[in-house]
């Protein structure tokens, strides 16, 4: 058979291609043919029209919002989360083989948010095999991961603008007037910066409606901006706009009217509707929650802060990536956004913790870990030192009652650390490679490296005490066969 593969992830640096190396492998054994699509950070290269045309089925393994979805109408479609894929790729597999040959899921417009037959669905209905809550959830990622790179370019700028200047004549001086680099670079930055919300409502809209929910969502985000509702009005703003696109589209024009639908409706009549209900009724009230949590961040110390970063911690080595790790991780940005910067650097601690562990373990108790993952554990240094934390996912897939306990202690460790010692940070993303942008950094290492000792005792105990991994096992009983063979396992 033929398939094609589309994988996408809120970041696009190592879910999207570590779950389209899986669907390959696992379709490469079954015997198959496959073509994988990776939405990542880099964009996406569509496979052509002819490859699609040709698939017997189409796998989608997404957390996030793939464009232009309707090129696949018609072909009979998988669906699965990322993690699913990565895990059980052969599992996904011979369910693409058996909608292949009964047809399922081939009606045009299955579930995807991007296309009209099937985005009245989405809101009103679950089905498709995907349920209401991962449709939001995906609508969600879909926001958070267009509105990443401006939080990128805007903190990154903002840090080197204070770094290279003082702080209160940066943000005191207006660059137009009187030119320096440091007002420059800050100006910038801000600008970026200040297009968090806006671009985090409006793609929200997007995953939910197409292009026509852009619009409503951009405005509610820039008036969400406009009365101090931050990060959660943005949320709210870009779930109305969605919605209130999405209903429209369900009211049937006949003829030419129903082409200017698109162009003069929906975005005139989304962002009005929009608009009023943010300024007039729900606006205020995310505004105060927003200044709550702003002023709860600033105020932590002590055991409230420990507290908050254990939580944190925790979550993020939970799923590694997953669903509870993206959740820290968005509850982190919305500080940033709200000018907390502590949430920010616990949450990159925890999560570079996991990979570093894994690869320190492996340096320690070699003999506990199969080839595979020593091998993986060489390649951990530079992940964990780069803060992708799915570097330990191959880990935790063959060996979770052991692997994932582990890293929460140590994820959780270094995040509480980090609160206590005042660490900061105003990039969201960047790891050990961003360092001159934390604030407090040489306790910020001593907090990593802390958690990352205690995360890779623990796994070494627990493998110590346990017989080391199920894989480890198999190997010892046939006396390192594929140790012995490594041609005959790759070839």
Request: charged letters at 15%; hydrophobic letters at 50%; aromatic letters at 6%.
């Amino acid at each position: 058979m033929k398939f094609v593969g589309v994988t996408a992830c809120p970041t696009g640096i190592a879910h999207s291609s570590m779950a389209a190396e899986a669907i390959e492998q696992a379709a490469k054994e079954r015997g198959h043919d496959i073509e994988v699509e990776i939405h990542g950070a880099m964009g996406a290269e569509f496979v052509s029209p002819e490859t699609i045309r040709d698939a017997d089925a189409i796998i989608f393994a997404t957390d996030a919002n793939v464009a232009e979805r309707n090129r696949f109408d018609g072909k009979p479609k998988v669906e699965v989360r990322l993690r699913e894929a990565i895990d059980r790729p052969g599992e996904v597999v011979a369910r693409a083989e058996k909608v292949a040959e009964s047809g399922e899921g081939a009606a045009a417009g299955a579930a995807s948010g991007t296309d009209d037959a099937g985005e009245e669905d989405d809101l009103l209905a679950s089905g498709h095999g995907t349920s209401r809550a991962a449709e939001v959830r995906r609508w969600l990622m879909t926001g958070v991961s267009y509105m990443i790179p401006f939080v990128v370019a805007g903190g990154i700028l903002i840090a080197l603008a204070f770094a290279i200047g003082d702080t209160v004549g940066v943000t005191e001086s207006n660059v137009y007037e009187e030119f320096s680099v440091p007002a420059l670079v800050f100006e910038i930055g801000a600008t970026a910066f200040s297009m968090l919300v806006p671009i985090l409502a409006g793609f929200i809209a997007f995953a939910m409606a197409d292009r026509p929910g852009i619009a409503p969502g951009v405005v509610g985000g820039l008036i969400a901006n406009e009365i101090g509702a931050g990060f959660l009005g943005g949320l709210a703003a870009g779930l109305l706009a969605g919605a209130v696109v999405m209903l429209l589209k369900k009211i049937k024009v006949p003829g030419a009217f129903g082409k200017l639908m698109p162009i003069i409706v929906y975005p005139v009549v989304g962002t009005f509707v929009v608009g009023a209900v943010m300024i007039l009724l729900i606006g205020e009230p995310i505004a105060g929650a927003t200044t709550g949590m702003q002023n709860w961040l600033e105020g932590l110390s002590g055991a409230n802060a420990a507290f908050l970063g254990l939580i944190l911690g925790a979550m993020m080595a939970f799923d590694l990536g997953g669903p509870v790790n993206k959740t820290a991780y968005a509850f982190a940005i919305a500080g940033l956004a709200g000018g907390a910067f502590g949430p920010m650097a616990a949450v990159m601690a925890a999560g570079m913790v996991p990979p570093l562990a894994l690869a320190l373990a492996c340096v320690v108790r070699p003999g506990l870990f199969t080839n595979s993952e020593r091998r993986a554990g060489q390649a951990n240094w530079l992940l964990g030192a780069s803060f992708i934390t799915e570097g330990a996912i191959p880990f935790a897939a063959s060996d979770p009652l052991r692997v994932i306990p582990s890293m929460m202690a140590g994820s959780a460790t270094a995040a509480a650390l980090s609160l206590l010692f005042g660490a900061t940070l105003q990039a969201p993303h960047g790891g050990i490679f961003v360092i001159g942008l934390i604030g407090n950094w040489p306790l910020y290492l001593l907090a990593i490296a802390i958690g990352t000792v205690v995360s890779a005792l623990c796994v070494v105990a627990l493998k110590q005490f346990t017989g080391g991994s199920d894989e480890k096992v198999v190997e010892e009983a046939t006396g390192r066969s594929s140790e012995a063979q490594p041609a005959a396992t790759t070839s």
